[in-house]
């Protein structure tokens, strides 16, 4: 099991350079600053998070999964996996120029994720029609899959 933190101690610096190619992207720039769930703290002890897009604009995260997000011991919770999944699946979306918040997210679980590992989302629209923008993803770390997604995004009225 992994050392607890304490109250109030920040966990190292991680690094979540992007891989050649990569452009970085300010997700702010699209949703808002407002403090989001899963990358709303740059140093906590939760979640970090940097985002990019590669040549073919296809959303891209670089994130590390801190003791904050324990579930069985030593790694991740399934529920921490989801959120991130969440945000960076409908980021995709946003990314793609569709204005859009989850309808339906389709979960499956591959494999447990260690604590204090830097994973790599992937994610890329791969439909648009009428409201209903499909995005599919995955948290990965080289060839291990911890987790591959679909998520059903339905437009804002009026976007």
């Not at 403090?35 to 296809?58: C, P, T």
């Not at 009428?130 to 911890?146: A, D, N, P, S, W």
Request: some cysteine; proline content about 4%.
């Amino acid at each position: 099991m992994g050392k607890k933190p304490v109250v109030g101690e920040v966990c190292p610096q991680v690094d979540l350079s992007g891989d050649n190619g990569w452009i970085p992207f300010n997700a702010q720039s699209l949703v808002g600053a407002s403090l989001r769930f899963v990358s709303g703290e740059s140093d906590g002890n939760r979640y970090r998070v940097r985002y990019y897009k590669n040549a073919d604009l296809q959303l891209r995260a670089r994130i590390w999964f801190g003791p904050e997000t324990e579930g069985p011991a030593g790694h991740s919770h399934g529920g921490a996996m989801a959120a991130v999944l969440d945000e960076v699946l409908g980021l995709a979306a946003w990314a793609a120029g569709y204005s859009v918040v989850t309808g339906n997210l389709n979960i499956s679980f591959r494999n447990l994720l260690p604590l204090h590992k830097v994973v790599t989302v992937e994610s890329r629209v791969v439909s648009a029609e009428g409201r209903k923008v499909m995005v599919h993803g995955r948290i990965c770390l080289g060839e291990t899959v911890f987790a591959e997604a679909e998520c059903l995004c339905i437009t804002l009225p009026g976007q």
